[in-house]
């Protein structure tokens, strides 16, 4: 969590609302577009698989 600067993150048991509509594309606005720029998600949804998987 510390290597994704989700350290301070609180779980919860349902971590998505289930009634949010998902879209395959989303346009982002600049200002999205930038503050997720530096934000490795792939590597933190491929770390989370594989703990799951692996453990």
């Known amino acids: 969590l ?3 600067s989700m350290a ?3 779980p919860v048991g349902t971590p998505q609302d289930g009634s ?3 879209q ?3 346009d982002l606005s600049d200002e999205d577009e930038h503050f997720m720029s530096d934000k490795p ?4 949804i ?3 698989l594989y703990l799951a998987m692996a453990t």
């Open 41 to 44: 998600y792939r590597e933190a």
């Open 24 to 26: 395959l594309r989303r």
């Open 20 to 22: 949010l509509q998902l």
């Open 46 to 48: 491929g770390t989370l």
């Open 2 to 4: 510390e290597r994704f």
């Open 8 to 10: 301070d993150c609180k």
